[in-house]
């Protein structure tokens, strides 16, 4: 499975932006999926999370309210709309596939895109 995550740019804060993670494989579907961001010079932190059936979703606090994903079978693309936006929000967002075990920690993930960066100025 390779990923593609894109959608990233700069915003305002209050800004919203949507994320996007274009897997190619047939496979795809069949993983939850889960997104992280890493902010410089810190670890990389769980976001959110969608199982296959997308019947599941699962959040980070700091995001629940503000941020949903959500996945189109159809065109193996899942999605993180984001809206109210603040500069805390800043980091290089990762999508991720294929976890093993616990969804909100990274290691626990096989593939992973390359990232897109959101930057949110005050």
């Known amino acids: 499975v390779q990923l593609q995550a894109s959608g990233g740019g700069v915003v305002q804060t209050g800004g919203s932006l949507r994320l996007s993670c274009a897997a190619s494989g047939r496979t795809f579907n069949i993983y939850t999926v889960g997104w992280f961001r890493q902010a410089p010079g810190k670890e990389r932190m769980f976001v959110a999370a969608i199982n296959r059936s997308a019947g599941d979703t699962y959040y980070a606090d700091s995001v629940k309210g503000r941020f949903t994903i959500s996945r189109d079978s159809a065109k193996s693309t899942v999605y993180l709309q984001m809206n109210s936006l603040v500069p805390e929000d800043t980091a290089v967002y990762y999508c991720?596939?294929?976890?093993?075990?616990?969804?909100?920690?990274?290691?626990?993930?096989?593939?992973w895109g390359q990232g897109t960066l959101v930057t949110v100025s005050s």
């Open positions: 991720a596939a294929g976890a093993s075990g616990s969804l909100y920690y990274a290691y626990n993930y096989q593939y």
